[in-house]
């Protein structure tokens, strides 16, 4: 990892990441959560735990976590998270739609995704924020020790926002770890007698039931784990643009 200048010029400075670097950081990070709260049975993060919970120590500083915030109000319509990096604690909020949402379907795919990527902007980011004492101050007010999340960033749309990529790239690792989550797609799809994901992705109906059954075992919602499979190189280049895009996330309803 490397700090370098953030040529966006929306940060004084941006992280630089190795290839698979961010994949070691999320598996410690699960391992050393599976230590310090107990292994269980599910292969699912739990979130809520895990922001509250496992990073205040392994970060050293106090995180507080309101997954009711109104971020419609306070940060704009389509913010769906937001992190905020004060000196003396970090602030991570997940707006009440997509908390009311989880609850009301009991679906809680995006609610785990939006709270992974901002625990990963925690995990990730905060060295951004932390002022050297030797120097005078990166930034100018506590409005720009934050991160915002659009809901389009979570899902994978970018136009140059490289700190929600990382924070993406983490999420899904923390979320979906590869090997327990390749290991779960060759034992579902050859439970249907598939012994390839060519023949997999020809099959919509099947292709289907197998995404359900990953979203279900890991929580995530149906269209994470279409990504997930489609950065894994699990899906043909030929399919990928169509497969992603095909039964997208439903957009959180205001109200």
Request: hydrophobic share 35%; glycine share 8%; with cysteine.
């Amino acid at each position: 990892m490397k700090l370098i200048k953030d040529k966006t010029g929306c940060y004084p400075r941006r992280l630089w990441f190795e290839e698979g670097e961010i994949e070691g950081i999320a598996e410690k990070h699960r391992q050393d959560l599976g230590r310090s709260i107990g292994e269980t049975d599910s292969l699912a993060l739990p979130v809520d735990r895990f922001i509250e919970i496992y990073l205040p120590k392994a970060l050293g500083s106090e995180i507080v976590l309101d997954p009711y915030a109104d971020l419609r109000s306070t940060e704009g319509p389509n913010v769906l998270g937001a992190t905020y990096f004060h000196d003396d604690h970090l602030e991570v909020k997940i707006d009440q739609r997509v908390t009311k949402e989880a609850e009301r379907t009991g679906q809680w795919g995006r609610y785990n995704a939006t709270g992974a990527h901002e625990g990963g902007h925690c995990i990730l980011h905060l060295v951004i924020f932390q002022d050297d004492p030797n120097q005078e101050s990166l930034f100018k007010s506590e409005r720009t020790r934050k991160i915002s999340c659009l809901q389009r960033t979570i899902e994978g749309e970018y136009t140059g926002e490289w700190w929600e990529y990382q924070a993406n790239q983490i999420m899904a690792n923390l979320l979906m770890p590869r090997e327990l989550f390749l290991q779960h797609l060759v034992r579902e799809r050859n439970a249907y007698g598939i012994r390839d994901n060519v023949g997999l992705v020809r099959n919509r109906h099947l292709l289907d039931a197998v995404v359900g059954h990953l979203a279900r075992t890991f929580e995530a919602s149906r269209q994470a784990v279409r990504i997930r499979l489609k950065e894994l190189n699990q899906i043909p280049n030929w399919q990928q643009e169509r497969f992603c895009n095909d039964a997208g996330f439903v957009r959180i309803r205001d109200g």
